[in-house]
């Protein structure tokens, strides 16, 4: 499947996380422990940007009202209503690349 | 006009609202559940999306305004309904919890005012009839002749009462801080206010030890939960921990309040001062041996003071500038671990 490349790992801080360009958005890319994670970088709570969130390595918080959603499978905790919109990456060696559209 | 909200997961209400009436006031006098935070134009928490209908702007200038990306979304509190509205709504819609009164539009006379510190005035409004409140809410105020409402704390509590007390700062800009800074003498002029409204609210009967962190003006809604604190003998069982922000000794206000606070609930409650351009003077540690000073942005005096205090009973409440809200949520949430749930604030910024 075709992919657009994104950033190189090391961009992501270990544990952090950072907010992207792309075509039709923003897309939030996470690290935690050996994995990254890719979502909407928009909160599904009132569509603030997700740039200023915090992020503890497990659980992101939209600073905005305190929606929290676990990172690994983006399902929301606390006081979210919704889970964070999937967006699907795929590592290749050093890169991370968002996947096209089908 | 009929205004239909649709919430996530399926949820709806139903409530009416005149063309003249700003849709979220109208949503919380019927008791549903409209999202706001500021209810005066600035954070854009109440933004909704337009499904069928037409609405006019009451303020088109509001600043939150500029969060919009589509001319169907729209700001409650800064809009009216033309016709019957269908609305998409973000959030689950829930029922109205049981609250003492719900908001209403109410007049009010100043009869009692006092310049507190440079640029820092407090008033007291005499309600034409009682209300009650929760310690943190806050009401809009809005006087002849100026456009658009100002979100204030009361500082005060009560179960139920006539009089209101309010601390405001003299904004740049601030239209309605200018006008009362500019008048004479602010006594017996007229307001209409409405609420009250806000949820970063204390309940006495609440078993929580407070950490409240303001800066400025931003203690007005603290004055509030901290005088429930003892009036309800939380104090008994709880601590509060306050800790209070202003540049400079000449800024500082409420200390014979915060220091009568301290005194009444026996240790319980410790007030610590920070300021943030310089150091407390010797004349003023010697007078005030109830409260502690310390230097440097209150957050992080905060944070460091309450090292291995925090408790799992513990609630935090922010208020005052932007940068300070944002700065004590990050640690509180990062550092502290305090649930999410357990931090209370009202954003006006």
Same mark, same amino acid.
């Given at each position: 499947?075709?992919?657009?490349?994104?950033?190189k790992?090391?961009?992501?801080?270990?544990?952090?996380?950072?907010?992207?360009?792309?075509?039709?958005?923003?897309?939030?890319?996470?690290?935690?422990?050996?994995?990254?994670?890719?979502?909407?970088?928009?909160?599904?709570?009132?569509?603030?940007?997700?740039?200023?969130?915090?992020?503890?390595?497990?659980?992101?918080?939209?600073?905005?009202?305190?929606?929290?959603?676990?990172?690994v499978?983006?399902?929301?905790?606390?006081l979210?209503?919704?889970?964070?919109?999937?967006?699907?990456i795929?590592?290749?060696?050093?890169?991370?690349?968002?996947?096209?559209?089908a | 006009?009929?205004?239909?909200l649709i919430g996530?997961?399926?949820?709806?209400q139903?409530?009416?609202?005149?063309?003249?009436s700003?849709?979220?006031?109208s949503?919380?006098?019927?008791?549903?559940?409209?999202?706001?935070?500021?209810a005066?134009?600035?954070?854009?928490?109440?933004?909704?999306?337009?499904?069928?209908g037409e609405?006019?702007?009451?303020?088109?200038?509001?600043?939150a305004?500029?969060?919009?990306?589509s001319?169907?979304?729209?700001?409650?509190?800064?809009?009216?309904?033309?016709?019957?509205?269908?609305?998409?709504?973000r959030?689950?819609l829930?029922?109205?919890?049981?609250?003492?009164?719900?908001?209403?539009?109410?007049?009010?006379?100043?009869?009692?005012a006092?310049?507190?510190? !440079?640029g820092?005035?407090? =008033?007291?409004?005499? $309600?034409? /009839?009682p209300?009650?409140?929760m310690? @943190?809410?806050?009401? +809009? #105020?809005?006087?002849?002749?100026?456009?658009?409402?100002?979100?204030w704390?009361?500082?005060?509590?009560a179960?139920?009462?006539?009089?209101l007390?309010?601390?405001?700062?003299?904004?740049?800009?601030?239209?309605?801080s200018?006008?009362?800074?500019?008048?004479?003498?602010?006594?017996?002029?007229?307001?209409?206010?409405?609420?009250?409204i806000?949820?970063?609210?204390?309940?006495?009967?609440?078993?929580?030890?407070?950490?409240?962190?303001?800066?400025?003006?931003?203690?007005?809604?603290?004055?509030?939960?901290?005088?429930?604190?003892?009036?309800?003998?939380?104090y008994l069982?709880?601590?509060?921990?306050?800790?209070?922000?202003?540049?400079? !000794?000449a800024?500082?206000? =409420?200390?014979?309040e $915060?220091? /009568?606070?301290v005194?009444?609930?026996? @240790?319980?409650?410790? +007030? #610590?001062?920070?300021f943030?351009?310089?150091p407390?003077s010797?004349?003023l540690?010697?007078?005030n041996?109830?409260?502690?000073?310390?230097?440097g942005?209150?957050h992080?005096?905060?944070?460091r003071?309450?090292?291995?205090?925090?408790?799992?009973?513990?609630r935090?409440?922010l208020?005052?500038?932007?940068?300070?809200v944002?700065g004590?949520?990050?640690?509180?949430?990062?550092?502290?671990?305090?649930?999410?749930?357990?931090?209370?604030?009202?954003?006006?910024?």
């Amino acid at each position: 499947m075709a992919s657009t490349f994104i950033c190189k790992k090391s961009d992501i801080p270990q544990d952090g996380f950072k907010v992207f360009d792309v075509a039709d958005g923003k897309l939030l890319i996470a690290n935690s422990d050996d994995g990254y994670y890719g979502y909407n970088g928009y909160c599904p709570h009132q569509e603030v940007c997700l740039a200023e969130a915090l992020y503890d390595g497990k659980v992101l918080t939209c600073h905005e009202h305190l929606w929290q959603w676990d990172i690994v499978s983006g399902e929301p905790q606390g006081l979210a209503e919704g889970p964070l919109v999937t967006k699907p990456i795929e590592q290749i060696n050093d890169e991370i690349h968002l996947l096209d559209a089908a | 006009m009929k205004v239909e909200l649709i919430g996530a997961g399926e949820t709806t209400q139903v409530y009416e609202s005149k063309a003249s009436s700003r849709l979220l006031y109208s949503g919380l006098k019927e008791g549903a559940d409209v999202p706001y935070e500021c209810a005066t134009g600035t954070c854009g928490t109440c933004k909704v999306k337009r499904i069928s209908g037409e609405f006019s702007w009451l303020w088109a200038e509001a600043p939150a305004r500029a969060l919009l990306k589509s001319t169907d979304d729209f700001l409650l509190c800064q809009c009216a309904a033309s016709t019957d509205l269908k609305i998409e709504v973000r959030s689950k819609l829930k029922p109205l919890k049981a609250v003492d009164q719900r908001p209403q539009w109410l007049t009010g006379e100043i009869y009692a005012a006092a310049t507190v510190a !440079p640029g820092v005035m407090t =008033f007291s409004v005499k $309600l034409s /009839q009682p209300i009650s409140f929760m310690p @943190g809410q806050f009401m +809009v #105020l809005e006087f002849a002749g100026i456009q658009g409402g100002r979100a204030w704390s009361m500082t005060n509590q009560a179960k139920f009462t006539d009089t209101l007390d309010f601390v405001i700062k003299k904004k740049p800009q601030g239209l309605l801080s200018d006008y009362l800074f500019e008048q004479e003498n602010v006594i017996g002029l007229k307001a209409n206010l409405f609420g009250p409204i806000g949820k970063a609210v204390y309940e006495g009967e609440l078993d929580r030890d407070l950490v409240c962190i303001a800066g400025g003006t931003g203690m007005a809604g603290m004055m509030s939960i901290l005088a429930a604190f003892i009036a309800s003998g939380a104090y008994l069982r709880n601590r509060a921990d306050v800790f209070f922000g202003v540049r400079t !000794p000449a800024d500082l206000f =409420f200390v014979s309040e $915060l220091r /009568q606070f301290v005194e009444q609930s026996k @240790g319980a409650l410790k +007030v #610590l001062v920070a300021f943030s351009d310089g150091p407390a003077s010797a004349a003023l540690i010697a007078a005030n041996p109830l409260l502690t000073f310390d230097q440097g942005f209150v957050h992080e005096v905060a944070m460091r003071v309450m090292e291995g205090q925090f408790t799992p009973k513990t609630r935090a409440y922010l208020a005052g500038p932007p940068p300070l809200v944002d700065g004590a949520l990050r640690m509180l949430l990062l550092k502290a671990r305090i649930p999410a749930t357990e931090i209370l604030y009202d954003k006006f910024g």
